[in-house]
């Protein structure tokens, strides 16, 4: 990758977005905008629409119709393939241009961005493109004198609110097999990341996929995701984002038509360090990763460090060695590995959470602070705190910064007991030499994901879900389907 490409593009203007409704792009009904800043430097990147209850509506309506009418759903399942497949191309075809727009939205850092954003949404996209003429329905085994067919039919419209931290990767977990499913989409950006999510949705366009198939509604959460919530129009809402925002989701199901809710929410994933581990080398630089990259901002990140008393303080001290080493600066930049904090609120959030570890008994061994104030934008040093007891507020709640947890065991009973004391379960490591012991951790921790000798890198083949607080239902692979159909019974008497 050339740095002068991405220099190029990031010092273009960007055009105020509008939202897309219909196949069109139109302003908010009252002509509100946002301003959105730039967490590189925290000046105005652009404006996007304020989003009214009115224009939401008007987006669940639209996709109503199109449902209705089955424009896309009617569309032999090969059609639907060519169109989906056109729109990954598209997408790989301007994946530069669209990584550098999120970054400068989101400030993930840029090689971060290329892979885990438009490379990994036009991966989804292709996988489900891909899948959907390959699904069949089913025939029930029953007596002669029945036929029991089972059809496997689209929901309808589904909601999709969408989080900050990977917008193209996880918009394109739901859309993916959404859409291949034959479902109209109404989408919900996050305030914060909405610009390159909105390219992707014009993108589908210029693919050849109808209009009001894929409708998108900027603003915020409170409002529009309300109302998205609350609509008696829209059959199933899939949601990646904060807990406290996934129980307003299903609260606005039950008061509405009791639609279908999969969340996708936190997690406090333990990562698991024995003394045994096959390279203590390679796992301080892993478990470095795995709770460092895009600042701590990915929701299967792994803030809880348990490790065995006998190797600690050794331990402990390759981890600092890592993290200090890590690169942390301008998002835009090829040699930066950790970019900016999405918001100054996040960051202001981060260093509440580390003030708090200290006054329960935690201490900060690097890290803690605030950096580079000077660029204007958000940036916050890899922290590592030690002592933190598992009931402390930094081992139960997800900070979702760049903040590590560090807490020691004896025993496996011992780790496996802390690493299930939180209210989430979505992902978590173990470090081990031990097969029999591996395979025992991956059936004792609570959790969706479990990583053996490694942190990270599961991709579209395999399922991601939470248990516990930590959601329900899965993201890629073709469980996800699951989420987008409705299995149908015809019951017919020979
Ligand atoms: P995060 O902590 O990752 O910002 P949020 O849950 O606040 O998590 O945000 C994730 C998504 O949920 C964003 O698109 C946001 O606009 C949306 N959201 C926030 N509040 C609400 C709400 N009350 N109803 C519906 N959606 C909301």
Redesign the pocket.
């Known amino acids: 990758m050339d740095q002068s490409k991405i220099d190029a593009l990031r010092s273009q203007p960007v055009q105020p977005v509008s939202h897309l409704i219909d196949g069109r792009q139109v302003a908010a009904s009252d002509g509100a905008m946002l301003d959105v800043l730039s967490p590189i430097d925290g000046c105005v990147l652009t404006r996007i629409a304020r989003g009214t209850a009115a224009d939401m509506e008007a987006a669940i309506a639209s996709a109503r119709a199109a449902f209705e009418d089955r424009r896309w759903a009617g569309q032999p399942p090969a059609a639907r393939k060519k169109v989906l497949t056109k729109w990954a191309e598209l997408i790989e075809a301007h994946a530069l241009e669209l990584a550098v727009l999120g970054v400068r939205d989101n400030g993930t850092e840029i090689n971060m961005a290329l892979k885990a954003e438009p490379g990994s949404a036009a991966a989804t996209i292709r996988y489900y493109a891909e899948a959907l003429d390959k699904l069949y329905g089913e025939i029930a085994p029953t007596a002669g004198d029945v036929l029991g067919l089972i059809h496997k039919d689209p929901v309808g419209v589904v909601g999709a609110?969408?989080?900050?931290?990977f917008p193209l990767m996880i918009g394109a977990w739901k859309l993916g097999p959404a859409l291949a499913m034959g479902n109209s989409v109404v989408l919900?950006?996050?305030?914060?990341?909405s610009l390159s999510l909105m390219r992707v949705a014009e993108l589908a366009l210029e693919a050849g996929l109808p209009p009001g198939v894929l409708n998108v509604i900027t603003?915020?959460?409170?409002?529009?995701?309300?109302t998205?919530?609350l609509s008696m129009d829209v059959d199933v809402l899939v949601?990646?984002?904060?807990?406290?925002?996934?129980r307003?989701?299903l609260d606005?199901s039950a008061r509405s038509n009791m639609k279908r809710v999969y969340l996708e929410l936190?997690g406090k994933s333990p990562n698991i360090v024995f003394a045994d581990a096959p390279d203590l080398a390679e796992a301080a630089k892993v478990t470095a990763a795995g709770i460092f990259r895009n600042s701590g901002?990915v929701c299967v990140a792994g803030s809880r460090l348990l490790v065995e008393a006998s190797i600690h303080d050794r331990f402990v001290q390759e981890v600092v060695r890592a993290a200090e080493a890590m690169q942390v600066g301008d998002p835009l930049r090829l040699e930066t590995q950790i970019g900016a904090i999405?918001s100054e609120a996040?960051l202001k959030q981060n260093l509440t959470f580390v003030a708090t570890a200290q006054q329960e008994g935690g201490q900060i061994v690097t890290g803690g602070q605030r950096i580079l104030s000077e660029t204007g934008g958000y940036y916050m040093a890899p922290t590592i705190v030690t002592d933190v007891t598992p009931e402390a507020t930094l081992a139960q709640q997800e900070v979702?910064g760049p903040v590590l947890a560090v807490t020691p065991f004896k025993t496996e009973d011992d780790a496996v007991r802390i690493a299930n004391s939180t209210v989430y379960g979505l992902a978590g490591a173990v470090w081990t030499s031990g097969l029999s012991r591996a395979h025992r951790m991956v059936q004792r921790v609570r959790t969706g994901v479990m990583h053996v000798n490694t942190y990270g890198g599961a991709d579209g083949t395999v399922p991601l879900g939470g248990v516990g607080q930590s959601g329900n239902g899965s993201d890629k692979s073709l469980h996800a389907i699951e989420k987008y159909i409705n299995l149908k019974t015809a019951w017919i008497k020979l």
Do not use: C, D, H, M
């Not at 919900?188 to 990341?193: I, R, V």
């Not at 949601?239 to 996934?246: A, D």
């Open positions: 609110i969408i989080p900050w931290n919900k950006p996050a305030e914060t990341a603003g915020e959460g409170a409002v529009v995701g309300e998205l919530g949601f990646t984002g904060s807990g406290q925002t996934g307003r989701l606005y936190g901002q999405n996040q979702f």
